[in-house]
């Protein structure tokens, strides 16, 4: 669409700087009658002419309409960068969150994983009696939130 809209723009200022070259026009004429003027039989008139025509002075007007379509080209080339630009803009953000995402959730698969293996350790030091048994709970509920958390990210990746 955009191309199409930049097209029918370039085609307005051609025809806007048309205006300022000479128009040659062809014009044809035939007249025939019958007792033209009083006389008796048929009169025939046949005339082709080159005409050319040039406008001396319009007060700026054509020169005006020029600029105008111009300015409109220009506005859409302006409108599209930016919209370019904001495109670019975005895909490169939803790129970096992806990478970030992507990464997150690898650093929070080791913490899940060392969290589970200190859960194991905390418990069995509780069963020899080592720790106390809201040492081993804060330490389940540390793992629970991890996963929780690594989950989530899945949801977010």
Do not use: C, W
């Amino acid at each position: 669409i955009v191309e199409y809209n930049r097209e029918a723009l370039e085609k307005n200022v051609d025809a806007e700087v048309s205006a300022l070259y000479p128009k040659v026009m062809l014009e044809g004429y035939y007249n025939r009658s019958d007792n033209a003027g009083g006389e008796v039989g048929i009169a025939e008139d046949a005339r082709i002419m080159a005409v050319l025509k040039y406008n001396l002075y319009d007060g700026g007007a054509t020169r005006s309409s020029i600029m105008q379509a111009k300015s409109k080209l220009l506005q859409l080339d302006l409108e599209n960068r930016q919209i370019r630009n904001e495109l670019d803009i975005e895909v490169r953000s939803n790129f970096n969150s992806i990478l970030t995402a992507k990464e997150r959730v690898k650093s929070l698969t080791l913490k899940s994983q060392a969290s589970a293996d200190l859960t194991e350790v905390y418990i069995e030091r509780f069963q020899a009696g080592g720790v106390s048994l809201l040492d081993v709970l804060l330490v389940h509920k540390e793992h629970f939130a991890t996963q929780t958390e690594l989950e989530a990210e899945y949801f977010d990746y």
